[in-house]
């Protein structure tokens, strides 16, 4: 059985800086929370929670100590609310996500109604659409009754969407009526990085694996891809998910990996997966 990485594939920077950073403020501090999970990957989030990382759902969890701002980035009125209580406050979030942040006020600012490609749900949206007043978030063409009629839309996308997703969604916005749009293209290089190679390698493996959290939206994403190219994708947390079932009779094997998966599930993945071949020859 061959098995092939693709060439894009796991922590991007903006991950890997948060993740140094909490790291670094663990060895400094004591007390220090993320609000929510600080990636969408539990193996990493259980690690760092051994180092003293605690991760909390909500602010009122917290009495004193250092609050550090996950990748996804948090709303302004959220920040203002952790200063209020006098907690320290460790910013994580990616420059890419605050890049998002800072045009969706500039186009707020200019007159234009902002509105976000992306999946409401996602901390990295729900942050950008505190950013500007009444910001609108399209997931899909049914959503597109939310957007006035004849206003001036200015139009942003969730980093890690792709730019396929982008443009049908612009295609859909352009055909309901509008008197100016203006979109600024906030999709991430890394994800779509991550994309193409994904898509390259899943169609030459008969079995392509995706290595990611579950709530990870650029695994997820990754995953959707590589679906429409090969069914044969499958979209698991590490090896200890895997069904033996899935490589019977598979030769060519792909693996890729989400910006939020570390290097050491994907070589723990990869060097199974060469045991399981030896195994079974
Ligand atoms: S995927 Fe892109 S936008 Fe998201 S944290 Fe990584 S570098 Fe930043």
Redesign the pocket.
């Known amino acids: 059985m061959k098995v092939v990485v693709a060439e894009n594939c796991g922590f991007?920077?903006?991950?890997r800086n948060?993740i140094s950073l909490a790291e670094k403020i663990l060895t400094q501090r004591k007390m220090v929370y993320s609000l929510g999970p600080i990636i969408h990957n539990k193996d990493v989030v259980e690690r760092l929670a051994k180092k003293g990382l605690k991760t909390v759902s909500s602010l009122q969890e917290i009495r004193s100590g250092t609050v550090l701002i996950r990748?996804?980035g948090v709303a302004p009125e959220q920040i203002a609310k952790i200063k209020e209580k006098g907690l320290k406050i460790i910013d994580a979030t990616?420059?890419?996500?605050k890049r998002v942040q800072r045009i969706a006020k500039q186009l707020s600012g200019g007159g234009y109604k902002v509105v976000v490609i992306g999946n409401e749900n996602h901390p990295?949206v729900q942050a950008v659409v505190g950013c500007a007043e009444d910001v609108i978030v399209v997931a899909d063409e049914s959503d597109l009754h939310k957007l006035p009629k004849n206003s001036k839309l200015g139009i942003v996308c969730q980093?890690?969407q792709s730019p396929e997703y982008f443009g049908e969604m612009l295609r859909a916005i352009a055909q309901i009526g509008f008197s100016e749009l203006k979109v600024i293209n906030t999709l991430?290089?890394?994800?779509i990085k991550r994309q193409k190679s994904a898509v390259q390698l899943c169609k030459q493996v008969d079995v392509m694996f995706v290595l990611g959290g579950i709530e990870s939206a650029?695994t997820r994403k990754l995953a959707e891809i590589c679906k429409k190219y090969n069914r044969q994708t499958f979209h698991l947390q590490n090896w200890n998910e895997l069904d033996i079932s899935m490589l019977f009779g598979k030769n060519i094997v792909g693996v890729t990996a989400g910006?939020?998966t570390p290097e050491w599930i994907i070589t723990d993945f990869v060097e199974n997966l060469k045991a399981f071949d030896t195994d079974n020859s």
Do not use: F, I, K
């Not at 990616?94 to 996500?97: E, I, S």
């Not at 991430?188 to 994800?191: D, F, G, L, P, S």
């Open positions: 991007c920077p903006g991950v948060a990748s996804h990616c420059v890419l996500v990295e980093t890690t991430c290089r890394e994800a650029n910006a939020s």
